[in-house]
């Protein structure tokens, strides 16, 4: 054993030598930022490359350079023992994604012997006269030994939360090393669902303390909702002056002042700025004035019962993973409030202080959360679970300080959670009291312990409609193992759906269902959808192709495998559809249309609709005829008024549609005017089209076998298909029972797998055999059995052709035929994923023109986004580029669509009778199946369009319940009609 034998990486002590947590500031206190490129070596344990480096005079030329912040299996360094440079493809010391289990073998404080560490070296100069400073560490994963010019400073665990040391930096030449291993005691409370990244990933600052410098400093600012007076108390540990200029206030630290301002809240984040200053520095104050209580089992801010429309939120960035720059920070906050959220959960860590500053100047809730996860526990029946381990406290409580003291005077952070998934323990009733003393002014939220008795709410995961509706009217089942008492105050709690909806792959279904539910009960203060962006790497393959690369592209175990990739946001930071779905479901205006008019319902707890207006525009089948703007009256918080229609139908014959848009009237500071809010759309009036009288045409009979013509269609006498359509050579249309699974079909692990039922009953093979080609009167029947080898079940589809003047008109009636059991599943009632037809056209077609629900994808259980209207879009763009390729691009309730080739190319166009859904790519269903990345899907040289009657809904089952049956497509009779027409 070498000098390090005191093994503190195994410690159970948080750390050592350092500062007491205290409050992040913006200071006038002069701070050196040492971000930058260091000197680095990689080693493989923890004795790294021994004392050496300490000194002074230590030659590190020949050491690799590192960017810091940067997490160093994420940066090219070299690796000593593997040849050439580390990349992203799985070296011994890569990224590594594990879901729930820990990447080391459970038996803390222990961790493994090869343990790699990352010896950083940095000299810097320091003005000449320069003080006393302190040496900050915002972020270092995950346990850090830290020297200045030689001299030990001490050493911390707690990788996403501060860490000060008081730093002897010298005047002139100074030289910080930095020992940082990937694992120790804290990786066992670390254990949350993301990349194992280490390294100095967040800022590194020195900051001068001049004498009378403040060390900490605790704003309370109070709001009355009953008086509209605030209350300002600034605390500081030294005598300071406290300046608001704005309100006129000038104040002793630790005096009081009441005076009348306006609230901060998400919707109306009014900061009042300021100053505090004391003898050696000033600091910046970003005060809001607010009251969080919880009345009558209710949340309220300001005296209003608040909703969260939140989200979950890693810091991830697909190149440098949770080392985020700061307009990373704010692409995030402006997309979110670009898309009607209000509310954050920084799952499950505290972020860069940055992006709390972003949330309080441009509006955000935040539930902040601690560093602290012990999941992987589960694997060792909990046994050993450092919540229940006296021993563990101190560093829990460390975590849950360092956050405290770091947020405190934050006044978008509206509640403190102490943890993610770590299961029950007396250590967290250590942990409650202790924030109860430090900060009344915040309820408290723990998730896992069934009893939630050092929670402020009741919380829950994933749970089904129905149960969730139970919860709002505290009618739900109690938790096992829950006495009366403990009971009763847990049904007397609030209730916050910190985890909902798993976006992963294409997904997450029911927004709106769940929406509906929480707006209904006010014991539910809203929810957050898991999760805001998919942690994904952007790598290049070996033939150089760039993909996004998840756990199981590295080859490791355990493995988290794809469940990294489960964000609204892609990888790339591009929106997902289920974004757009979203923000659709969560706008803050309502709108309801009946009898009296327009109903408009202001859903916002504490903002008035004066930043708003309303806009209209009326379509007839998809073109706008008329468009105007609409008075809309300043709605208070959760007020509603109703209006007339702005615009009536007229009476030429199509369907007739409003659709208002309510719109910034200013620019925010997180969108320019004009930005969309809220959209509503209503029916004025479908005026039927008056029948055109057409001559119906009968099948010609071929003599001997030659082909059978129909109106514009030629078949083939044998099998019955279609060969032609006005001159275009055609694949089917043919029963299409199948789609390529989605993540949420797949379930979680054996549970809800409906990928596998289908797979196990054939749906994914099924052979088509043509048992009649008749012609009967004017049409043509042709009569199939479409079934999968191994079994005797079947789909029975009768095609029924018929044509008149111009057009071909099919009917189409399917009945599943036999048990449809499979021995695995015995499933009586298997739905399927889709009831439709598959269409084969030429490559050289490109162009699709519809009227129904769009422009981007829509499936039943996730419409709210996609308008009826009139919309253009070539194929290609049609793509939903998954990183896991799968079903994607659905288009609901399609009334007609055309599609459109090459020059000279007769268009197709497709007119339901009177619905249907399509999609369209260059590639079949089991091809999107089997590929593994995008890049794997290759034109087929043919363009597939998707005829349906229906496509299941999404669901969230990746993580979460079962699709609700509403959403499947019965196993029964169906039959449905489609029109073909044409054109040159
Ligand atoms: C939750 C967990 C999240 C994530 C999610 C599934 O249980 O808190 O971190 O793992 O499930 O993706």
Redesign the pocket.
Known sequence: MTEDNDRYWESLAPGAGRRAPRADARTDARTLSLNGTWRFRLCADARGTGSAFLAHGFDDTAWDEIAVPSHWVLERVTTPGAAGPASLRGTADGPLYT?TAFPVPIDPPRVPTENPTGDYRLVFDAPDDWGRSVLRFQGVDSAAKVWLNGEELGWSTGSRLPVEFDAPVRPGRNVLAVRVHRWSAGTYLED??MWWLPGIFRDVEVIERPDGAVDDHHVHADYDPATGMGTLRVDADVPGLVEIPELGLRLEAGEEARIAVEPWSAETPRLYRGTLTSRGESIVLAVGFRRVEIQGGVLEVNGAPVFFRGVNRHEHHWDTGRTLDRETMVADVVAMKRHNINAVRT??YPPHPEFLRLCDEYGLWVVEECDLETHGFIYAGWDGNPASDPRWAAAMLDRVRRMVERDKNRPSVVVWSLA??SWVGDNFATLEEWVRRRDPSRPILYERDPSYRNSDFYSL?YPDLERLDAIGRREEDRPEGIDDSADARRRGLPFLLV?YA?A?GNGPGSLADYHAVMRNHERICGGFV??WIDHGFRQVDAADREFVMHGGDVDYRPNGGR?CL?GLLFADRTPSPALAELAAVLQPLEFEHGAMGLTVRNARDHADTADLSLRWRLELDGRTLDTGSLDLPVLGPRDEAVLPLPTSAGEDPGEWWVTVEAVLRDGALWAPAGHVVARHQVLLADVPRRQRSSRVLPPSVPLSGGDIELGPGRFDSATGRLISLGGIPVDGPLLDLYRAPTENDRGQGGRNNLAAVWSAVGLDRMLHRTDAVEVAGDALVVRSRVAAATHPHAAGVQYRWSADDDALRLDVTVDFLGPWTDTPYQQRDIAVPRLGLRLGLPGDYGGLAWFGRGPDESYRDSRSAALVGRYEAAIDDLQVGYPVPQENGNHMDTRWLEITGAPGLPRLRVEGLPRFDFTARRWTSEDLERARHPHDLRDTGRVWVNLDHAQAGLGSAS?GPALPERYRIPRRRTAWSLRFVTTL
């Open positions: 879901n949350q669902d799952s499950h993610n998934e995961m985890e798993h992963m898991w999760e469940y489960d993580v």
